[in-house]
């Protein structure tokens, strides 16, 4: 099928399976989240990182972007590792690892007491292929806005760019926001449309990353979609979108909540900001 039949569903089925049905270099921002070392039961469905990682590379537009969320099991009192493994292995088939990003949750669930901290984050891999094409940064105010602050420097750590400079004087009122990102998980109205999905992301948190790596009419993919936050906020911010998931009942929870917003959409259309 040409990808144009693809386009705005939502797919029963292996992600890899459908995938190799697309064309190279189509998709424009992947978000998505796999399952995680087997924590929960997807309904006892097989996960093919590998093939996976591949087909996200090939699908993948130059200078789009994937943000893989994921975090480690621990099994055996050590924690897996699998999430790093997975953001080099991306790397290994030519991916950059642009940015190593956290969401971290303010409602954590409590866990028992096994002699460590409350786990409260997941890993935000954002991985690119080649120089990231879309960067619209979220900004947030300046704590010292405004104030004429003396002496201070900062420094860019990236090779190459080593530049030492003045703050601004007096400090700007904004600034790029930083990269450990804050939810609530599972409370908001919008989220509990999710409710029957075991591990649905905050849609907040996917409206950042659409708002950070697209423009108006991209094509926002995730594979592994689930209750289909990522589908949902595509259509509520204007940008076409493409989810699969193995489980016809998950789909069937994402096709609802999409349908419910392109439903409002018909009553007021989106227009680019
Ligand atoms: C962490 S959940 C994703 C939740 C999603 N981000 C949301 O907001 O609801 C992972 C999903 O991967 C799906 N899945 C597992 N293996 C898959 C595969 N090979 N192809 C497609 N989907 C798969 C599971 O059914 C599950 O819904």
Not at 43 to 61: N, S
Request: with cysteine; glycine share 6%; hydrophobic share 35%.
């Amino acid at each position: 099928m040409h990808i144009n039949g693809y386009i705005n569903t939502i797919i029963d089925g292996n992600c890899v399976e459908v995938m190799k049905n697309f064309g190279e270099e189509l998709i424009d921002l992947t978000i998505t989240s796999p399952p995680y070392d087997d924590l929960r039961n997807y309904k006892g469905f097989v996960f093919p990182f590998e093939d996976i990682a591949k087909e996200l590379f090939r699908v993948t537009k130059q200078g789009g972007v994937v943000v893989w969320v994921v975090a480690d099991a621990t099994i055996n009192a050590s924690e897996t590792g699998t999430s790093f493994k997975q953001a080099l292995y991306f790397r290994e088939i030519g991916f950059n690892l642009h940015d190593t990003m956290i969401f971290r949750k303010k409602n954590p669930i409590p866990q028992i007491y096994r002699k460590r901290y409350n786990n409260e984050f997941e890993y935000m891999f954002v991985f690119s292929k080649g120089v990231v094409k879309t960067h619209n940064p979220i900004m947030i105010e300046c704590t010292h806005a405004g104030l004429e602050l003396n002496g201070t420097t900062y420094k860019n750590y990236s090779k190459n760019e080593q530049i030492r400079e003045k703050l601004a004087k007096p400090v700007r009122d904004k600034k790029i926001k930083g990269n450990i990102w804050e939810y609530v998980v599972g409370k908001k109205q919008e989220d509990q449309e999710a409710k029957e999905h075991p591990a649905p992301f905050p849609c907040e948190l996917v409206r950042d990353h659409i708002k950070s790596w697209t423009n108006f009419g991209d094509i926002v993919f995730d594979p592994m979609c689930g209750s289909g936050t990522t589908a949902r906020v595509a259509v509520e911010m204007g940008r076409k979108y493409i989810g699969i998931d193995i489980s016809p009942d998950y789909c069937e929870i994402a096709r609802q909540r999409v349908t419910r917003i392109e439903s409002k959409q018909t009553l007021f259309m989106v227009n680019e900001p």
